[in-house]
Structures are given as structure tokens and as C-alpha cells.
């Protein structure tokens, strides 16, 4: 995935985009970059690789080696960026999120022609920072050149652009299924991924852009350059999972989205009769606990806590490579409050289930310690599709997906046409698929959150989401 943070102001803009970019963290843990333009020193960059550590702990020194009254970070899990820029537009840095799916349909068209050559990748990828910057040049200005970009792009492309001088271009992509808002204080404007990264630093929302709109931000205010595409499928797996709790996406705050969702899902069991016989109602941590929590307020069933993370060493999942040593950390970071497992009846909530390996294993080790039942819920729907917009996954098919995998075993190729019935709880095929995860898992039980509750707990128009990982359609 990843998050971007852009300042420009009348004072000094380093400080507030180092703490506004390490406030995105939680998107991303491959790279993560800042980039200043200083009217004295020009433009200045430092990049570093954060897979095994935190953002702060390798951006300490631009507090006292960077300055400048333009600014712009970014969390990537992609490539290493912002990255400078020189063409016929100037010189400029930028960032993007996103996910660009016909990298090689766009270069055989518009850059193998006329000889450009990339930077690239190990593997000889091309960074998706460098294609957009390079469509962009492709046009006589930077609005035109976003428009472009957006156009030809078969995916998603948040875009941020510091230019030289006190100005920054801020594009949502043109759908916006992600999310980019705007704040101010006296001395200058800004634009997020996460809105509570700058209210937190003092900053007033201004409002969120619309999908595919483009602005310019100065210290002095924001220009409306372009109003956008009119489209909107704004990801609705944000406010599920991988949105951060304190942060607003289109006015929705994403913790009372969580809760609703749960007391949604609490109000379905208790209505089709199926609300199981359980002591307590806990979440797995940390994005499933808010939904856990809207579950037990509905249904009057305490809630508990009967295992925590250890946070003081593992504070973010910066696992190895190995499988074995994987499993081995995610054991350590789990600790159990026994008094709370040994004997008991728990229904524990997921915020979703994608391979169901983590589940699995977290399933297992409560057992081990003395849980007689675990029912298991899920907040989302089931997963049946890769996610085609985004990089919130590293699926390489469908049948990583434990619910994908589940249909091939039950009916072989036939079941993929019988996604939709498999999806529902009230099919015998959505029935069935249901009773052989719990089986293959442990769960004493299993359910799903429906499509109807995840989008009535949002609060947004069907048309207005994307639901492409629950229902293979835009």
C-alpha cells in the first residue's frame, strides 16, 4: 500500500512532514522518503529503507540536515520515492500510491517509440513513481499531464508533486478509491492520505478532495486546477482494515464505522437465530477489536481480552523472510491471559479473513491454552477476488484466498460459478463453505459479515464503493 504528506508553509515545513509521514506508517514497511525545496538550497531528499525498522528511527537526522518551507514524505511499498524529477515541466519531486497493472502496455505505446529509457527495478520492473512522472511529462503542464496519467492508467494513482517554489500539486485518482484531504493552519496548507496526520499536528480539515480532482497548495491557500472525473469507488475495504482507526475517509470515521459493523453483524446472528452459545466476544488485534467491541455491546456479551499483543518489541509486523521464523514471532507477540481462555466459550472477531493462516494459527493457540470453543466471525465479507486497484495484498491468484481455495475443494472448477451463492450464508453452497473452514481450521463455528451490513455500516451509497474483493465486479 502506502501514504504521502505534503506541506507547504510560511515557516520552516520539515518538521511537521516528518511527523505527518511517520503517522502513515501503518501502510506500508518496504521504503519511505522526504523531499524539501529550500529557496536558498534547492531541493534536497533522503530515502531509507524501513523493512526492519521504524520510519522515525531512519529520518532522525532531517530534523537538524533538512530544511525548507515546501515538503512532501511518503510511505511506499513499492519503490523508493519521492523521486526527483527533471524534464520540460522543470524540476520537481513526487510521490504516488497506487497500483498500475499495464506498466508494459504504456511503455510500448507511448516511450518505446522514441527511445526513453528507464531506471528500473531488481527484476528490470519500472518504479510505477518513474511511469507516472514520465506520462505526466508527456503533456505541456502538470494538469493536463495528471489527466493524462489517469487516463491511460489501467489501475489507481494518487499523486503528489512538490514543484520548486512554495507550491504543491495534489491529485486524488480518478476514482478515488483512495483517500487525499486537505488541511490548514495560519501559516500554510496541506494534503494526506490520513486526516488525523495533521489534525494531530495542529491543522484544520479543509475538506477531502473529490475523485480525480487536482489542486495546487501555497501557503497562501488551494486552487482547484481540474474538478475532477465524477467517478467514485472509494475502496471500502478502508474502513475495514487497513484504514488507520483515528483517521475520516469521505466525512466516515473509521473506528464508528468498525463498531457499527459489529453491532450490524450482532443484530444479523440474533435475527436469523444462529448467535451462538459463548462466554465472551473478543477481537483479534488490533482492526478487528472495534468491530469486536460494536459485536459484545449489541448482544450484552462481555467483552475480553484473552490474549495481547506485545507491543514494546513488536510494534509492527517487520517479520524475516523465513516461513519458520514468521510463525515463530507471530507466536511470541501473542500472550495469553488465561483467566480469560482456560474453559471458556470465545467467539473471537477477525476484521477479515484473507489466507487464514495467521487466523489459523491464532485459533490453534488458543486452544492450547485452554479455550474449550473458538466461533469465529469475520467483519468482511468472504474474500473471493485480488484486489486489481490496490497493493494492500501480495496474492499472486485467487486461490490464496482460503475462501477460493475452499470452493476448489468442494467443487473443483465447477464452483467458480457459483461464487456469488458460495459468498451468501443462506445458500447450502454458502452453507457448506462455511462448515468445511471451520472444519479445515478448528472454529467451532464461522460467519461472515454480508455485503448489505458492510456497506449499511459505512453509511455510503452501494455505487459510491468499491466492493471488487467480495463480488468480482467494479
Known amino acids: 500500500m502506502g501514504g504521502i504528506f505534503g506541506l507547504t508553509s510560511k515557516r520552516d515545513a520539515v518538521s511537521d512532514v516528518f511527523f505527518g509521514t511517520d503517522y502513515h506508517s501503518h501502510l506500508g514497511t518496504r521504503r519511505a522518503g522526504m523531499t524539501a525545496w529550500d529557496k536558498d538550497d534547492g531541493f534536497k531528499r533522503d530515502i531509507h529503507n524501513i523493512e526492519n ?130 488541511g490548514c493552519d495560519e501559516d500554510g496548507y496541506c494534503a494526506a492520505f490520513e486526516t488525523y496526520s495533521y489534525t494531530k499536528l495542529g491543522y484544520e480539515k479543509v475538506r477531502d478532495l473529490k475523485p480525480g480532482e487536482i489542486v495546487e497548495l501555497t501557503p497562501d491557500g488551494m486552487t482547484t486546477l481540474y474538478e475532477g472525473s465524477g467517478c467514485k469507488k472509494t475502496c471500502a475495504f478502508l474502513w475495514a482494515y487497513f484504514g488507520y482507526p483515528a483517521s475520516s475517509y469521505d466525512g466516515i470515521n473509521v473506528e464508528s464505522m468498525r463498531i457499527r459493523n ?24 488490533d482492526s478487528g477489536t472495534p468491530h469486536a467491541i460494536g459485536f459484545a455491546n449489541h448482544s450484552k456479551v462481555p467483552f475480553t481480552r484473552p490474549f495481547i499483543k506485545y507491543t514494546p518489541t513488536w510494534p509492527r509486523s517487520f517479520m524475516p523472510s523465513g516461513k519458520a521464523q514468521r510463525v515463530k514471532i507471530a507466536r511470541m ?97 454458502g452453507k457448506k463453505l462455511r462448515r468445511a473452514i471451520s472444519e479445515k481450521f478448528g472454529f467451532a463455528s464461522l460467519d461472515f459479515q454480508t455485503l448489505e451490513g458492510i456497506i449499511k455500516a459505512i453509511g455510503l451509497d452501494e455505487g459510491e464503493l468499491c466492493t471488487y474483493c467480495w463480488t468480482g465486479k467494479e
Open 262 to 285: 459489529g453491532e450490524i453483524m450482532a443484530e444479523n446472528e440474533e435475527s436469523h437465530g444462529t448467535f451462538p452459545d459463548i462466554d465472551s466476544v473478543s477481537g483479534v488485534p
Open 53 to 182: 525498522s521504524p520510519f522515525r528511527t531512519k529520518f532522525d537526522n532531517v530534523l537538524t540536515e533538512m530544511k525548507g518551507t515546501s515538503c512532501i514524505g511518503a510511505i511506499s511499498d513499492t519503490d523508493p520515492q519521492p523521486q526527483l524529477v527533471r524534464s520540460a515541466l522543470g524540476t520537481y519531486a513526487v510521490a504516488t500510491v497506487g497500483r498500475i497493472n499495464n506498466v508494459e502496455e504504456i511503455i510500448k505505446e507511448y516511450f518505446e517509440p522514441v527511445g526513453y529509457h528507464f531506471d528500473s527495478l531488481s527484476g528490470g520492473q519500472v518504479t510505477p513513481t518513474e511511469l507516472v512522472s514520465a506520462l505526466i511529462a508527456l503533456k505541456g503542464d502538470f494538469v493536463e499531464g495528471i489527466k493524462f496519467a489517469h487516463k491511460v492508467i489501467n489501475g489507481t494513482a494518487l499523486i503528489m508533486i512538490l514543484r520548486g517554489g512554495e507550491s504543491i500539486i495534489a491529485a486524488r485518482d480518478r476514482c478515488g478509491r483512495l483517500p487525499l484531504s486537505v
Open 333 to 429: 507477540k501473542q500472550i495469553p491471559v488465561h483467566d480469560f481462555i482456560e474453559d471458556k466459550k470465545l467467539l473471537l472477531v477477525d476484521d477479515s479473513i484473507v489466507r487464514g493462516t495467521q487466523l489459523q494459527e491464532t485459533v490453534e493457540f488458543l486452544y492450547e491454552n485452554g479455550a474449550k470453543d473458538v466461533h469465529m466471525r469475520s467483519a468482511c465479507p468472504p474474500i473471493m477476488y485480488g484486489c486489481p486497484y490496490l497493493n494492500f495484498s501480495r496474492n499472486k491468484s485467487d486461490y490464496d484466498l482460503i475462501a477460493r481455495r475452499m470452493i476448489l475443494e468442494l467443487e473443483g472448477e465447477e464452483g467458480e460459478k457459483y461464487i456469488e451463492e458460495y459468498a451468501s450464508p443462506k445458500t447450502e453452497r
